[in-house]
């Protein structure tokens, strides 16, 4: 079975600061997704960055870049310079190459303080 | 970029009714769209996942006669919550994939439908 473990329910980070979310994770799997999203007050889903499983480079997106550590099954999202606007839960999810579903976490709550 | 959209954003229903929420892909063709329910501060649960021109496939512990999947085109799903009851009261999200090259699999997401079943 697939799943998605995500161990901080919730965390702060001050304006312009550095966070780090934590998600790990477990597949039998060889090829897969991984992806960060974030779900803001509004409640859209938006992806964040996503990550192949084939490839050994961490993906970075502006502010955001992750850690994938494919041996420790191991997806950590860095936030750099945080902003008012990253306020919002964020969900790691594993995307299956052979049945093209989504496991979600159980979500982190940021809230980024002034 | 591709937009999902759903229908409606908001709807109440007397409990015993039936209510039908929208999920549409706006500037793709979606071959494959998800339905997962959301409950207040919890994470997004897949009910079933739907492709063109076929039966949806149900998640185990969702009942198919009560979540009614339809994917009648390559743009619309539609799913109905069939004599609804107060415990159906949820935040519905529904998201399409689009697969374009060979590592670009995504999930496009709806904003989502919230029912309350009074």
């Known amino acids: 079975a697939q799943t998605v473990t995500q161990s901080q329910p919730e965390m702060s980070v001050q304006e312009a600061e550095t966070v780090t979310l934590s998600c790990t994770y477990d597949?039998?799997?060889?090829?897969?997704?991984l992806f960060w999203y974030k779900q803001p007050p509004s409640r859209q889903m938006i992806l964040v960055i996503r990550?192949?499983?084939?490839?050994?480079q961490n993906a970075t997106e502006n502010r955001f870049s992750v850690n994938f550590q494919k041996a420790a099954k191991s997806f950590s999202l860095k936030i750099s310079d945080s902003q008012l606007g990253d306020t919002a839960m964020y969900f790691c999810a594993l995307g299956s190459y052979n049945t093209d579903k989504l496991i979600f976490g159980t979500g982190t709550r940021l809230q980024v303080f002034p | 970029g591709a937009v999902v959209s759903q229908h409606p954003s908001r709807v109440i229903c007397k409990s015993g009714t039936s209510v039908k929420i929208e999920c549409r892909s706006l500037d793709f063709q979606a071959t494959t769209m998800f339905w997962y329910r959301q409950f207040p501060k919890q994470s997004l649960m897949l009910m079933a996942t739907s492709n063109e021109g076929s039966k949806a496939t149900y998640e185990q512990g969702v009942e198919k006669d009560k979540f009614l999947i339809n994917h009648a085109s390559l743009t619309l799903s539609t799913l109905t919550v069939t004599s609804a009851h107060p415990e159906d009261s949820s935040f519905y999200i529904c998201?399409?994939?689009?697969?374009?090259?060979?590592?670009?699999?995504?999930?496009?997401f709806g904003p989502g439908t919230r029912l309350t079943v009074t």
């Open positions: 998201s399409a994939s689009s697969i374009s090259g060979a590592s670009s699999y995504e999930q496009y």
């Open positions: 990550q192949e499983a084939y490839k050994q």
């Open positions: 597949t039998s799997e060889n090829n897969y997704y």
